[in-house]
């Protein structure tokens, strides 16, 4: 039922669906069929301030973070359905809508030619928690996380676990066959579908293929932690002249790097843990790479980074200068990606988190080496690294206070880290591109999201 | 309908529940704990137009007014209503000079049957034998950003345990309550939407017009609304940073409380020397008599707002037959119908379009357009949000 108790049947869509796959027809084709739809859109949790109207044509979206997290999820969608395009729209705020009337003059206002057809498909991005439909539209979620970070301890919120979505979703997407999608509502299961894997790498193809190149500067944001300013950051307006410097001397003889992909949307993510124990640890001195945080799942100021600031300055021997060769990066277009590339090939995925695969896949689709901190169970090509430390994460959430059961690197096994970084960094050569089923997928026009 | 005639009918409306719930033998209970709050904006403005309107026309026994597990006595909560602030109540309360005794839910049958009506968050369920809550908004659910954790975790914690022992669910518009079916899956046959209403002490309107003079007075715009992330004041900023030429032929004045998190600190630097010069005024939390001057004198309100379960400062400004300038999102058409010129909450461009068209629209229609507003008003009444919930309730008595 939607919210003025109407029926939307899935039943066309579902059979669409089974017959492209079943074909072997493009399973794009399939997916248009939702389409008697006038518009599809889709969002994803994001600073919202950095937009300028309620809806946008997609290619317009004013994004922080294109290479990991529900962005990129989104973006790698719109690469591998660019058969819609015309019909695609990026809303920042799904919630502020009644209903369909004024979602379709939004969407009019944004350009949508022909408001015909039978209303409108919303497509949510991102994790479950923060899962948001659209009143009076057909609401699916595109999920890529995987189940095993659901909290230990009971919440009153009803969304806390992590495995219930709003009453009005109809369908959920996986990515991969590692997801493993929520078990539905409140009230019932939700059919979930799983999207294939040409879609996870589809926007990256062309980034892949083409090597490191020389990437716009304007595409990447770099800061040091100590420069960290929380309203910048989200307004996108990020001027460092540190930042600057680093990149400068990025492959010509400036320290070892290491990237750090960090989910703000998990809070049982071991990051900042781990980077207080690096910290302790190295007391001033400078054993192993330099860090560079990838956030991704930025919903805005939220007090997150600025806790991670404060907790390394508590924990530094020489808080300056610790904050100031500790970078926070992001990629904000594509094109900002062999800029990245020269910061560092080599990355440190947390195995806790629940989008660790998706992390692990963008990454090697763009020729960066991933070290999965392992929590246990995992097998396959990656490298790993045991971790082997039990952690429990206590994280003060708008979903009230969540207790993870995470592992982490133990002290003695960080020196096993840093061998197996030095080692990767040796083995990543310059200009490895995409695997092959990246280059496959249908080449991502390049440039098209902006930086706020 | 003029606004007599449609107060008229709506007292017509409430007493005629009260009478049913009379007939039935039942008596009403109402939770007091938002008039605790010193200063009324939001809730605690609903609950005491609710408590106002109930007042009226139910006797001391038949309406109750309670705390907890206590019955709050009469005659404080009815002080509190004519003084419009919880400060005395706070104190009687404090001094237990206003507590009436237990709630009487252990004496089964004792008195008929008893309602509970709570305005907003529920302190104890499951005490009466019928009994609804008011939901206001979403907002904490899927905007928690916008508030602070303790006021989340306040709502979160009583959300799904307030449904669930709730026979009936009370939203104050369609938005709200197409919310909690949306995400929550609350049956549609469990709710009723109640507006809320708007009502001003019969002097204030001859006082205003005493007051102004039109021909001598600066024009100027108001904002009226705590000042919080989610009521969005920065994009009357931004539209001011792109247009500065506003400022000359207006005066922006925003009124209402400091609120939360980053956007007490959001006024551009390019907009300080407009603060200095006066023609970017914040005269902080206002009380009624003033707040009503200001509305009825502003050409016209400006209402950014993100995200709202209602919109009550759009409704108070049509009643003082001052136009709004309103974002369309979520409950804020609902109260504004066809007085507001509407924009996209994202769009400084936008909402200075439609300023621009209101501002027009203002100067040609003058009068005709200050009588529509007071007229589209009028049909919010606090009798009618009362007479609404009575209705419903009274149909669930066994």
């Given amino acids: 039922m939607n919210a003025k108790g109407g029926c939307l049947s899935l039943l066309p869509i579902r059979e669409t669906l089974a017959a492209a796959v079943g074909r072997g027809v493009s399973w794009m084709q399939g997916l248009g069929s939702w389409g008697d739809a006038s518009a599809i859109v889709l969002s994803c949790p994001g600073p919202w301030r950095r937009h300028e109207s309620a809806v946008v044509p997609v290619a317009r979206a004013s994004l922080t973070q294109v290479l990991l997290g529900s962005e990129s999820q989104m973006l790698a969608f719109v690469a591998a359905a660019q058969a819609m395009e015309g019909r695609l729209f990026h809303t920042p705020v799904p919630e502020i809508f009644a209903g369909e009337g004024n979602l379709v003059a939004a969407c009019r206002a944004a350009g949508l030619r022909d408001a015909g057809g039978s209303g409108v498909v919303h497509l949510r991005f991102g994790g479950v928690r923060a899962a948001r439909v659209i009143k009076g539209a057909r609401n699916a979620a595109v999920i890529a996380e995987a189940a095993s970070a659901a909290p230990l301890t009971a919440s009153h919120h009803p969304f806390a676990s992590g495995t219930i979505l709003p009453e009005t979703m109809q369908l959920v997407f996986t990515y991969g066959q590692q997801t493993v999608g929520p078990r539905g509502t409140l009230g019932r299961e939700i059919p979930v579908r799983p999207l294939p894997p040409a879609f996870q790498t589809a926007d990256l193809a062309s980034v892949a293929a083409g090597g490191t190149g020389k990437g716009g500067r304007e595409a990447l944001d770099i800061v040091t932690l100590g420069e960290f300013q929380a309203d910048l950051w989200a307004a996108g307006k990020i001027r460092s002249s540190a930042g600057d410097a680093r990149l400068r001397r990025a492959g010509k003889g400036a320290p070892a790097a290491v990237l750090v992909p960090w989910n703000l949307d998990h809070p049982g993510s071991i990051v900042p843990a781990l980077l207080e124990r690096l910290v302790r640890l190295r007391d001033g001195q400078e054993d192993g790479p330099e860090i560079i945080l990838l956030p991704f799942n930025y919903f805005g100021p939220t007090g997150i980074i600025r806790s991670l600031v404060v907790r390394l300055r508590d924990a530094a021997s020489d808080p300056e200068r610790t904050l100031a060769q500790t970078f926070l990066a992001r990629v904000t277009q594509l094109a900002g990606m062999p800029k990245l590339r020269q910061l560092s090939r080599v990355a440190w995925v947390d195995g806790n988190d629940p989008e660790a695969w998706w992390t692990l896949q963008r990454l090697a689709a763009v020729g960066v080496r991933g070290i999965l901190i392992d929590p246990g169970g995992g097998s396959g090509g990656v490298a790993r690294l045991p971790a082997d430390e039990p952690l429990w994460v206590e994280a003060d959430t708008r979903c009230g206070a969540l207790t993870f059961a995470a592992r982490m690197p133990s002290p003695r096994r960080l020196p096993d880290l840093l061998d197996m970084t030095a080692a990767q960094a040796r083995v990543a050569e310059p200009d490895v591109a995409a695997p092959a089923a990246s280059r496959a997928a249908r080449p991502a026009r390049r440039g098209r999201v902006r930086a706020g | ?398």
Avoid at chain 2, 286 to 292: A, F, H, P, S, T
Avoid at chain 2, 308 to 313: D, I, T, V
């Fill in chain 2, 1 to 398: 309908m003029s606004v007599m005639l449609a107060a008229a009918a709506h007292t017509d409306a409430l007493k005629r529940e009260a009478a049913r719930l009379i007939a039935r033998d039942a008596s009403l209970y109402l939770d007091i704990s938002p008039l605790l709050d010193p200063q009324w904006t939001g809730i605690p403005v609903v609950a005491a137009g609710l408590g106002s309107a109930l007042a009226a026309v139910l006797p001391p026994g038949r309406l109750n007014f309670f705390l907890d597990h206590r019955l709050i006595a009469f005659e404080a909560v009815a002080d509190s209503l004519r003084r419009q602030n919880g400060l005395f109540l706070n104190r009687e309360i404090a001094a237990g000079r206003a507590d009436s005794g237990r709630l009487p839910v252990l004496a089964r049958g004792a008195g008929g049957k008893r309602v509970g009506i709570f305005p907003s968050v529920k302190r104890i369920r499951r005490a009466f034998d019928i009994e609804c809550s008011i939901f206001h908004d979403l907002s904490t659910l899927v905007l928690p950003y916008f508030h602070m954790k303790l006021n989340v975790d306040h709502h979160m914690e009583a959300l799904l345990a307030d449904i669930a022992s709730n026979d009936l669910v009370v939203t104050v518009s369609a938005a709200s309550r197409d919310d909690l079916v949306a995400y929550l899956g609350v049956e549609p046959g469990k709710t009723v939407v109640a507006a809320n209403g708007v009502v001003w002490p019969q002097g204030f309107a001859v006082d205003a017009a005493n007051l102004l003079a039109p021909e001598g007075a600066e024009p100027y715009l108001l904002i009226l609304g705590t000042r919080e992330p989610r009521k969005n004041v920065i994009l009357v900023f931004d539209m001011l940073a792109r247009a500065p030429a506003l400022l000359e032929s207006h005066r922006f004045v925003f009124a209402g409380k400091m609120g939360w998190l980053a956007e007490q600190h959001a006024l551009p630097e390019s907009l300080k020397p407009a603060v200095a010069a006066g023609r970017i005024v914040f005269p902080g939390f206002v009380g009624d008599r003033v707040k009503y001057r200001l509305l009825a004198g502003a050409e016209a309100t400006l209402y950014p707002s993100l995200f709202e379960g209602f919109g009550l400062p759009v409704l108070e400004s049509l009643s003082a037959g001052t136009p709004c300038v309103a974002s369309w999102s979520s409950s804020i058409p609902e109260v504004g119908g066809a007085l507001c010129s509407y924009f996209d909450p994202l769009s400084a461009t936008g909402m200075q379009r439609a300023l621009r068209d209101m501002l027009a629209r203002r100067r040609d229609e003058g009068e005709k357009l200050r009588a529509a507003c007071r007229d589209h008003a009028a049909r919010f009444t606090w009798q009618d949000t009362a007479a609404t919930i009575l209705a419903r309730l009274v149909d669930l008595l066994p």
